[in-house]
């Protein structure tokens, strides 16, 4: 069941136990220990944002592996959460949300498209495990080719459109604002911004609703640079691509949070922004 109201605690400190409230949710599990599931997952923990995480991947040692690490730095950190590594996709039974980070990831020179069949065939059997075992839950869909992964696993697991998200939005967007500020030596949480479309080079910043404490960006940046910084946009996961040489970008991860849909929120699938 999810619940609302979970502390979000960035300093990492153990709040008082007057402070303490439940979890937002009991269980959430995350399929794929890779990249960005590992990370996704401490990033979990360490919010303390659910009683339980589960990272489960086909690697045997590789999600005991990590979950254990992350584990381990509880008491450092302060956070409750119990987190667990399974090879087996029962372990994600009765979760609250499923996060989708299985699959192929792109290499340099590779478009989110070439990925497409390999994870589509990971993606069947995992929906199909959802529709088993937690029945209940929301997804979330992190694996590319993002878009078409999101509407492909609901699809399979049949469960209502409301309750099967792609995240992507959340990502270009933070890239946008990351160019802008660093372009105007501003502090990234004061730019505004909203990039609509899909997860690839079409993707369009919305330049009539950014600005920078208010003040219209039109206003601020000339027409050119506008330009140069919606294109990185664009490219910015083939930039990060290109400088890693062996995956793709994951530390740009927003975690879920406690106000996220319930269940029964909704009747459209879409991105969360
Ligand atoms: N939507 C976005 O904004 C966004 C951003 C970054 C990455 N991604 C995508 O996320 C996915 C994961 O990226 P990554 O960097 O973590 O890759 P990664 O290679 O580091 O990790 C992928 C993991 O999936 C596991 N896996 C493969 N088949 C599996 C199966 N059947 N069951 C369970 N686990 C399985 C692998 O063993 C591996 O550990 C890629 O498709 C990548 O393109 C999306």
Known sequence: MLRAGAPFNPSGSSPPASEKRMPAFQKISVLG?????????????????????????????????????????????????????????????????????AGLARKPGMSR??????????????????????????????????????????????????????????LDTARFRTFVALELGVAPKDVTSFVLGTHGDTMVPILSLSSVSGVPLTRLLATDTLAEIVKRTQQGGAEIVNLLKTGSAYYARPPPRPNWPKPSAGTRSGSFR
């Not at 990249?35 to 009683?51: I, K």
């Not at 390999?118 to 059997?125: F, P, Q, T, V």
């Open 113 to 170: 498209s070439d990925l497409l069949t390999k994870n589509a065939e990971i993606l069947r059997g995992h929906a199909v495990a959802v529709k088993s075992f937690a029945p209940q839950s929301v997804v979330l869909v992190v694996t590319n080719p993002v878009d078409v992964m999101t509407y492909w696993f609901r699809r399979v697991c049949g469960l209502p459109p409301a309750r099967v998200f792609g995240e992507s939005g959340t």
């Open 33 to 101: 220990a890779g990249n960005v599931g590992g990370s996704l997952a401490q990033r979990l923990a360490e919010m303390d944002l659910a009683a339980e995480v589960v990272l489960v991947d086909i690697i045997d040692g590789l999600p005991q592996g990590k979950a254990l690490d992350i584990q381990e730095s509880a008491p450092i950190l302060g956070f409750s959460t119990r987190v667990t590594g399974s090879l087996n996709l029962e372990a994600i039974r009765d979760s609250d949300l499923v996060i989708e980070t």
